[in-house]
C-alpha cells in the first residue's frame, strides 16, 4: 500500500497547558480517563457514544495492558442504528504528568493494533510512555472486532497462477481469480461493505476519542495510517493535539496511481538487493555483477514456475516472500541464504522456509487482505475496465518487472468491487498543532514524494528525512536520531526548526551485514529469527506488510 519556530513555540506552549500534575491512572473496568479532569468535562459526546469496559490481559512485556470494547455505530448517518464492535487495547499512563491518550495505528488497511500498543509503550523512554495512555485498536472489520471480514480464505493458497500473464488464458485465469473474491466477499458480508472505509473508521476514532473521556487525542500512525490519521484531523481539527506520521502515504495519489508508483519503487529496492548480494559474493557465490545477480533470480522464477519448490512455492509465492526485502533490509540475509541454497545447491527447503516465515497466508492475514480490499476499494475510484488496468500494467512491467504484474493482481478487485466507492477526502489542513512526519528516503511502500506531498498540505508539520534508508517504518527500529525527534515531540512538543525541504535530517543505518548460510543454524531457523528478532523486525512484523 501504499507523507517554523514561532509555531513550534506556540505549540510547546499550549502542549504545557495540558501537563497536569497528580491525574491518576484509570482502574481497570472503571470508565478510561483520557485526558486530565478539566478537559474531560468539557469533552464532547458525538451521538452514538459508547462505553468502555477495560479488563487486566497483561503479558510478561506488558504487565499493566488491559483489554476492552467499544460499540460504535456501523452507519455514522444512523448512529441510532445497526452496532459494530472494536477491540482495544491500552497501556495506562503511570506518571501524575498525564498527556492523554496516544491512539496508534499500524496500517494496512487492515493491520491490527492490539500488540501495537505493547510495542509503543515498551519502545519508548519509560519517563515518556508513563505520561500516555497508550491505546491500540482493531479498527472496524479487523481481527477481534466484530464483524471481521473474510472474504475467501483460499484466496493466497499456494500455487496461484503465474502473475505474469504470457498468453490471454493465464490472464483470464487471474482475472476470474479477483473477480471471484469480489463476488464472494460482496456475497459474505454485503452492505457492510458500504461501510469499512477511511472516513468511518476515523470517525469511530472520534467515538472512541469520546469514550475515553478526552478532548483531544495524540496519534502515531504508520504507513496507511498516516492518512487515516490525516483524514481524522480533516474532520476533526479541533480533537487534535499531536500527530505523528511515520512512512507517510501520499494523500494525492488514492489509490490507483499510488500502486502504479509502488511497482517502480520496488524494482528498484529488488535491484538494490541484487547489489547488495552482488557485494558479499564471497558469502553467497551469486556473482560479481548485481545485473548477473537479478538475472540469476528470474532465472529462479523462471524454474520455480515449471516446477514450484516444494510444490508450494510458485512465482507469486516467490515474490510474495522477496518483496518483503523491499519493506525491510533486515530480511536480505536470509533471502540471500534461501537464494544462493536453491541456486548453488540446488536445496529448496531454506526457499519454502522463507516463504512459510515471511509471505504465507494465515487467518489473520486473510483478515488483513479482506479489509485491505473492503477499505482501498470503497475509498476511492479505480478503472472499471480491465483494458486501462491491462496497458497500465504492461507499461510498468516493461520498466519495472519485479512486482508490477503481482501488485496488478494484489488490488484489481477493485475493478469489480460490489459497493460503491467513494470520493477521497482533501486532507490539506492549517486548523491543527504542526506535525512531525518520519520518513526514509528511499522507501518502497510509501515513496517519499507522498511524505513531501502530506509536509505541504499539513501547514505547519515538520519532515524528518531518514537520509538513505528504505524501510517502510523508521521509528523505534535501531536509528537512535530519528527516535530522538519522535520522543521529543511527544515528550514536550519539540520539534525541529522549519527549512526548506526537509526540515531535519539523518543518517540511515548501514545495511545489514551477510550471514554466511548454515552457520548458526540452519537457513529456516534463520529466516524465522529475522522475522521474530530485533528492534526493527518487531515493528515490521506489527506494521502489516502487504503478504
Not at 363 to 371: D, E, I, M, P, Y
Request: aromatic share 8%.
Amino acid at each position: 500500500m501504499r507523507r517554523h519556530a514561532a509555531a513550534a513555540v506556540a505549540l510547546a506552549t499550549a502542549a504545557a497547558g495540558l501537563l497536569v500534575p497528580g491525574a491518576p491512572p484509570a482502574a481497570a473496568g472503571a470508565a478510561p480517563a483520557g485526558a486530565p479532569p478539566q478537559d474531560r468535562a468539557r469533552a464532547a459526546a458525538p451521538a452514538g457514544t459508547g462505553r468502555i469496559s477495560w479488563r487486566e490481559c497483561g503479558t510478561d512485556k506488558q504487565p499493566t495492558l488491559q483489554c476492552g470494547t467499544l460499540r460504535v455505530p456501523l452507519d455514522h448517518a444512523r448512529p441510532d442504528g445497526e452496532r459494530i464492535t472494536l477491540a482495544l487495547s491500552r497501556v495506562p499512563h503511570t506518571a501524575k504528568t498525564f498527556q492523554g491518550p496516544l491512539l496508534v495505528n499500524p496500517g494496512g488497511p487492515g493491520g491490527s493494533g492490539l500488540d501495537l500498543a505493547g510495542f509503543v509503550a515498551g519502545s519508548l523512554p519509560e519517563e515518556v510512555a508513563a505520561q500516555y495512555d497508550v491505546v491500540g485498536f482493531d479498527p472496524r472489520g479487523v481481527g477481534r472486532s466484530e464483524p471481521s471480514l473474510d472474504c475467501a480464505p483460499r484466496h493466497f493458497a499456494p500455487v496461484r497462477p503465474d502473475p505474469v500473464p504470457r498468453n490471454r488464458a493465464e490472464e483470464t485465469a487471474n482475472l476470474q481469480r479477483v473477480r471471484s473474491f469480489a463476488a464472494t466477499c460482496g456475497a459474505k458480508h454485503g452492505r457492510t461493505l458500504r461501510h469499512v472505509d477511511t472516513v468511518s473508521t476515523a470517525r469511530d476514532m472520534d467515538l472512541l476519542r469520546a469514550a475515553l473521556g478526552a478532548e483531544r487525542v495524540n496519534y502515531l500512525g504508520y504507513s496507511y495510517g498516516t492518512y487515516l490519521g490525516a483524514v481524522y484531523a480533516r474532520l476533526f481539527p479541533e480533537r487534535v493535539r499531536r500527530l505523528v506520521f511515520d512512512s507517510v502515504v501520499d494523500p494525492e495519489a488514492v489509490w490507483y496511481d499510488a500502486n502504479l508508483e509502488q511497482n517502480h519503487a520496488f524494482d528498484a529496492r529488488h535491484k538494490a538487493f541484487a547489489a547488495w548480494v552482488a557485494e558479499h559474493d564471497a558469502v553467497y557465490r551469486l556473482g560479481t555483477d548485481p545485473a548477473r545477480v537479478e538475472a540469476r533470480w528470474y532465472e529462479m522464477r523462471e524454474a520455480v514456475r515449471a516446477r514450484p519448490a516444494g510444490g508450494r512455492v510458485g512465482p507469486g509465492e516467490l515474490e510474495d516472500t522477496f518483496a518483503h526485502g523491499g519493506y525491510y533490509d533486515g530480511h536480505w540475509p536470509d533471502l540471500a541464504a534461501g537464494f544462493a541454497a536453491w541456486a548453488n545447491e540446488g536445496d529448496e527447503g531454506p526457499l519454502v522456509g522463507l516463504y512459510d516465515s515471511l509471505a504465507a497466508v494465515d487467518a489473520a492475514g486473510n483478515n488483513g487482505f479482506s479489509v485491505y480490499a473492503a477499505v482501498g476499494c470503497r475509498d476511492a475510484r479505480w478503472p472499471r475496465s480491465w483494458s486501462a488496468w491491462r496497458a497500465d500494467a504492461r507499461k510498468a512491467h516493461a520498466k519495472s518487472p519485479f512486482l508490477t504484474w503481482n501488485n496488478t493482481w494484489y488490488n484489481a478487485q477493485c475493478a469489480f468491487w460490489p459497493a460503491p466507492s467513494l470520493t477521497p477526502p482533501d486532507v490539506e489542513n492549517h486548523r491543527i498543532p504542526p506535525a512531525l512526519l518520519l520518513q526514509a528516503g528511499e522507501d518502497a511502500a510509501t515513496p517519499y514524494r507522498g511524505a513531501a506531498a502530506m509536509h505541504r498540505l499539513l501547514g505547519r508539520s515538520r519532515l524528518v528525512v531518514e537520509d538513505g534508508g528504505a524501510n517502510h517504518g523508521v521509528s523505534f527500529s535501531g536509528n537512535a536520531c530519528m527516535d530522538r525527534y519522535l520522543v521529543d515531540y511527544l515528550a514536550d512538543g519539540r520539534l525541529p526548526r522549519a527549512k526548506a525541504g526537509p526540515d531535519a535530517v539523518c543518517d540511515a543505518p548501514p545495511p545489514p551485514a551477510p550471514r554466511r548460510p548454515g552457520k548458526g543454524g540452519s537457513t529456516r531457523e534463520r529466516a524465522d529469527g529475522a522475522v521474530t528478532g530485533g528492534r526493527g523486525a518487531a515493528l515490521h512484523r506489527l506494521i502489516a506488510p502487504r503478504p
